[in-house]
């Protein structure tokens, strides 16, 4: 009795300390009306002074080459280095990782303060951060309707089709579309995608954990949206795991630093298609989310965990680096790829591996677990590995050869699953470049493609 008033009484308390501060704060919507400006103007000097100037050449691989290299796209929020990784508004993970601001008690960057980053250019202060946290929890209700469509689901689909599914449904509730069918103006297009982007980012977390709910514990009651918390304290409340705080820090960090890597990733490249031709930001980002559900691209974490846990089946305790080796030459040698290392841009290790390892090497539980033991030892051979089979341009590991495996170790341990919560994350970077082509009037998308018999005629010319 006595503990449920103090309980009530700090409740209270929190919420007015909310409050006070919310009063003299400004909004994500209102700093972004801030910045538009300036960014509107450099698009249109851009455009008036530096149409015609040549910034690069197409050559014949990047037409048979899946466009690597081509540098044809704008996008604001990241930019990926090769060799140093990825750059938030030009800020690299260790200088998130010190100016965002965390969850109350916790370390880790979160959603929310990420999000403000990627949409504004700006480091959000403690009480923005707060407030977005507020304004996302009390949007993050599912629908009945949504609710009922992936309560009809086969539990034997793919998590990542119904969270597909999901997010496109959403759609339903669009107020962008209601507002193009009425006939807004174009200057207002940003105000109706940033909308539907915070209440699609609001509500990812209950449809993710309903579908995690079905599929693997049916009949499990899911609690309601804690106002009080962020989105990822929600987000691991709901799927259970609420009461692991190790995890929830885990979620938070791998949620925030996964949100965005510019533009060219498959995923976001196609929220940016699709976004162009003015369909909504729900079916633009349903639509990124079947690309992100390939296994060369999100659906990676998945494959790591499986190769690995083969890997321990068949090995099993006390496997040494050549042990290691022999099965990463057993992998290539059957023309498969080894998951979790490569990528399309990156030259070296990803930062983002690097500060998923930083995590697990500051807590004894996940150092002393034989899962993550594994990753670090492939870690310590595979590069070699890859270099002497000499395929790969890169043979350094991704995020996800140490990703999935933490969620592992801490009980999470559905790997079918992983994808969704890599579809979580990416709705900040990909939503964020939504909102923002549409406040710089970007056009529809259309690359000229061209047949090999047209491609031999230019090479003739
Ligand atoms: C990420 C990935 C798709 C990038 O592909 P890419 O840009 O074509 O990479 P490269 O230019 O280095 O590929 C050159 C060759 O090396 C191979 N290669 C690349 N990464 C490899 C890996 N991890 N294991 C084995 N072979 C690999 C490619 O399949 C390609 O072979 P091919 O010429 O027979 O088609 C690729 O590295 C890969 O498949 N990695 C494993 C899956 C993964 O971890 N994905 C998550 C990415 S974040």
């Not at 207002?188 to 209950?206: G, K, M, N």
């Not at 999100?298 to 006390?318: F, P, S």
């Not at 964020?432 to 018999?453: C, F, H, I, N």
């Amino acid at each position: 009795m006595l503990a449920r008033s103090a309980v009530r009484l700090h409740a209270l308390s929190a919420k007015r300390a909310l409050g006070s501060r919310l009063a003299s704060t400004k909004t994500l919507k209102e700093t972004l009306q801030e910045v538009i400006p300036a960014k509107q103007e450099q698009l249109k000097k851009l455009k008036t002074e530096h149409s015609q100037t040549v910034i690069g050449d197409v050559k014949v691989e990047n037409v048979i080459g899946g466009m690597r290299g081509l540098k044809s796209m704008l996008w604001e929020a990241s930019v990926l280095d090769p060799n140093e990784g990825i750059r938030f508004h030009g800020m690299t993970i260790p200088d998130c990782q010190e100016k965002l601001p965390a969850a109350p008690g916790g370390k880790e960057i979160i959603a929310e303060s990420m999000l403000w980053l990627l949409m504004t250019g700006k480091v959000p202060t403690e009480a923005e951060t707060r407030q977005l946290s507020q304004e996302l929890a009390e949007k993050g209700d599912l629908p009945a309707y949504v609710e009922n469509l992936i309560d009809s689901l086969s539990p034997s689909l793919h998590p990542m089709t119904q969270l597909g599914i999901g997010v496109a449904a959403l759609n339903h509730d669009s107020v962008f579309q209601k507002a193009y069918e009425r006939g807004m103006k174009k200057t207002e297009y940003w105000t109706y995608a940033l909308e539907d982007s915070l209440t699609l980012i609001a509500r990812l977390p209950a449809l993710a954990a309903r579908i995690y709910r079905n599929i693997y514990k049916p009949g499990n009651e899911l609690p309601a949206i804690d106002k009080s918390l962020d989105l990822v304290g929600n987000y691991t409340n709901l799927l259970g795991y609420g009461a692991n705080k190790d995890l929830t820090e885990y979620l938070r960090l791998y949620i925030s630093i996964h949100g965005d890597h510019e533009g060219g990733n498959a995923s976001a490249h196609t929220a940016h298609l699709v976004s162009s031709t003015l369909a909504d930001p729900y079916l633009s980002y349903s639509a990124a989310l079947f690309a992100l559900a390939g296994p060369l691209h999100g659906l990676a974490n998945q494959e790591v965990l499986r190769w690995q846990l083969a890997m321990q089946k068949e090995l099993g305790d006390n496997i040494t680096h050549d042990h290691i080796k022999e099965y990463l030459w057993k992998t290539l040698k059957s023309g498969q790829v080894v998951p979790g290392y490569g990528h399309g841009v990156l030259r070296k290790s990803d930062p983002r591996f690097i500060a998923l390892q930083e995590f697990c090497d500051s807590r004894p539980d996940l150092l002393a677990s034989s899962t993550i033991q594994l990753v670090k030892k492939t870690f310590e051979v595979a590069p070699g590995v890859l270099t002497e089979h000499g395929k790969t341009k890169n043979p350094w590991p991704n995020v996800d050869a140490a990703s999935g495996c933490v969620l592992y170790h801490y009980g999470l341990t559905e790997f079918k699953y992983y994808t969704v919560i890599f579809g979580v994350s990416r709705a900040l970077g990909a939503l964020t470049q939504v909102v923002w082509a549409r406040a710089l009037g970007l056009p529809l998308e259309r690359p000229k493609s061209l047949s090999m018999d047209a491609l031999q005629q230019l090479i003739k010319v």
